[in-house]
């Protein structure tokens, strides 16, 4: 399995601006994904990171608000852009490695919106 | 379409009983089914998962669950409960995108273990 990190663990920010949140794994990995997970809440899709094209976004997600990059197989960001206080959330990194389904998650960024 | 439903959004038992946290699916063919766990300001750790081998799946800390396609249920069972299981735990289908598979949260069930 994969061994996920993900910087920063936490942040506190000011609304109005901008976090890109990072993600690293210890070995190259087939998909790479991010997830936000509201207060209290189960998880949902942002978009898949694909390397070295476009992510690919799920409804009601946009790049201009989350831009995503991908450079290479074991690296990913997530930015938060224009930030509010309703973006509070845990935003967490999986990855799938070979041809499988199964996904390994990073321990999660803990974002609050002042 | 692919969907989950987990049944219970707490549960409490107490410490040496036996743990049920329900799950049933809706799926237009086989789905991969899996079971999450997360601890409090922790990651997502996989349990266990369902691909069609077996229907009775054993995953790590003494925890299994079943995968029973006449009743689309995917209940997770662990015979005694110990304080350090109390946590959320989501039940997921995937259904396979590409090279990976896009997963499907349930709701979440939190179990709470009384001494």
């Known amino acids: 399995s994969a061994v996920i990190s993900q910087k920063p663990s936490r942040d506190i920010c000011q609304r109005g601006t901008s976090l890109t949140i990072q993600c690293q794994v210890d070995s190259q990995v087939t998909m790479m994904f991010w997830y936000r997970q509201q207060p209290g809440q189960s998880l949902t899709l942002i978009a898949t990171a694909n390397q070295g094209s476009e992510a690919t976004y799920e409804s009601g997600f946009v790049i201009d608000k989350f831009p995503i990059s991908r450079p290479n197989l074991t690296f990913s960001t997530l930015t938060v852009s224009n930030m509010s206080p309703e973006d509070s959330s845990i935003y967490l990194c999986?990855?799938?490695?070979?041809?499988?389904?199964?996904?390994?998650f990073g321990p999660g960024t803990r974002l609050t919106v002042l | 379409a692919q969907s989950v439903t987990q049944l219970d959004s707490h549960v409490s038992v107490s410490e040496g009983t036996p743990v049920l946290l329900r799950c049933n699916y809706s799926?237009?063919?086989?789905?991969?089914l899996f079971w999450y766990v997360q601890h409090p300001n922790k990651g997502l750790q996989l349990l266990l998962k369902y691909t069609s081998a077996a229907t009775l799946v054993k995953g790590i800390n003494g925890f299994e669950a079943e995968f029973k396609k006449s009743e689309t249920s995917f209940h997770l069972t662990k015979p005694s409960a110990h304080m350090s299981d109390a946590a959320e735990y989501f039940c997921?289908?995937?259904?396979?995108?590409?090279?990976?598979?896009?997963?499907?949260f349930g709701q979440g069930t939190e179990l709470s273990v009384k001494p």
């Open positions: 799926s237009s063919y086989s789905p991969s």
């Open positions: 999986s990855a799938t490695s070979g041809v499988t389904d199964t996904q390994y």
């Open positions: 997921v289908v995937s259904y396979f995108y590409n090279q990976g598979g896009k997963l499907i």
